[in-house]
């Protein structure tokens, strides 16, 4: 039987999926907003955004009532500690996906550009690796976390290209400079996406194992060729 | 005379002002390598980064084993979460630093451009709020913590004016985009300074009065005119 703890931790636990819930629908709808022009799409993800907000709150004050009362040790302190700053992750996720929807709304107002940019493709990258670190996050599979590591890497390459496809385009099309500007800025934010799942990633590695992951690379700025942005697999 | 545990904590609060002292540094020093083109700042602060990280590391480890085996309660076990919650957006701040000097870099390969866009005084402006937002941590200073978070509706000003004015610059002048089109990217990294230096002054209100004052505004990106950035005075 599990103690009242467990319990508790289970709870904690349940609600931070709930939370994880929002963040990746409201990216997935930001996107679709992008792709359809559907603006009920972007008017869901402002929506949806205090109700993000009041949830990580909730969180936080679980996370640190179980902290207070109950003094757990090594594991489950760790796996605590995860969640409040997963949480943060979660929050900044729904931040970026109303970014990315508003910037969405204003490229309706621009008259149509062919870009040579796949947000869709980039936004669908970044949904999956925070999927998969709350997958792995679910499970406690620091061999699925080490996996979402890895494919940051790729998100980075995607926006680095974009930004240089674009910044080019700009320069010979300088009519189209609002809908490119707009289109790097909602990759940027797709890649900052990207850059909470690793986190969200690297928590779980060091709720399951103790070890301490982080910057094995250096950067966040993807968009310049030098930084390594995320951390490169360890194994 | 104090306990042994609260030596302890002030061991970690005197690592985590080394940890700030490195941050601002590094955003001053990179705000100089824009202003005055000196490249031996870019490579000070590509170097130090490695050290942020060993020490964000290692403070992060000191603040766990407070936190497993002291069992603090109350306004104890708030400092400590506030510690690793400031500990990780210092770490961030230096990163947005090597982000700035490394496209102040790219910029001496470019062509002078007088752009439209005051990068030293938003600099300047960011890096004082960190300052302030310390200070505030180092005396639990709840009303000068406040005083940060209006500062940053300043920052969000001057960083939507200066996105305005670059892309109208582009528009007029394409052979300008690369330069413009840095001074975007480097006016966003420094409002996300201002956004951290926001979440730092946060921090200090919860641990010195166990308010949550997250969310009365919403939104993290400043170039769009509809949100808010950062958080409204609350008192």
């Known amino acids: ?24 629908q409201s990216i997935q709808r930001a996107i679709e907003a992008y792709r359809t022009r559907d603006m009920s799409l972007v008017e869901l993800v402002r929506r949806s955004e205090p109700a993000i ?23 489950d302190l760790r796996f605590i500690l995860s969640v409040i700053r997963i949480n943060a992750d979660l929050e900044r996720v729904g931040d970026l996906a109303v970014n990315i929807a508003i910037r969405a709304r204003e490229m309706t107002q621009m008259s149509d550009a062919e870009l040579p940019v796949d947000i869709p493709k980039l936004g669908t990258l970044a949904a999956a690796m925070v999927r998969k670190a709350i ?46 500007l707009n289109a790097i800025m909602i990759a940027r934010n797709l890649e900052r ?17 103790g070890s301490d992951v982080r910057h094995h690379g250096v950067g966040t700025d993807a968009t310049l060729p030098e930084e390594q942005s995320g951390v490169a697999p360890i194994f």
């Open 135 to 180: 997958e792995a996050f679910i499970d406690g599979d620091a061999a699925l976390a080490q996996r979402v590591l890895a494919l940051d890497t790729e998100v980075d390459e995607i926006n680095r290209a974009a930004f240089r496809a674009l910044s080019q385009r700009i320069k010979q099309n300088p009519a189209e400079t609002p809908q490119a």
């Open 193 to 209: 996406v990207g850059d909470h799942a690793t986190n969200i990633a690297e928590d779980v590695i060091f709720w399951v194992s």
């Open 53 to 75: 907000n009041r949830l990580e709150r909730e969180i936080d004050a679980a996370a640190l009532d179980l902290l207070a009362m109950q003094q757990p040790m090594a594991v």
């Open 1 to 24: 039987m599990r103690t009242r703890f467990h319990q508790s931790l289970d709870l904690l636990k349940e609600k931070l999926l709930v939370m994880a819930g929002f963040a990746e």
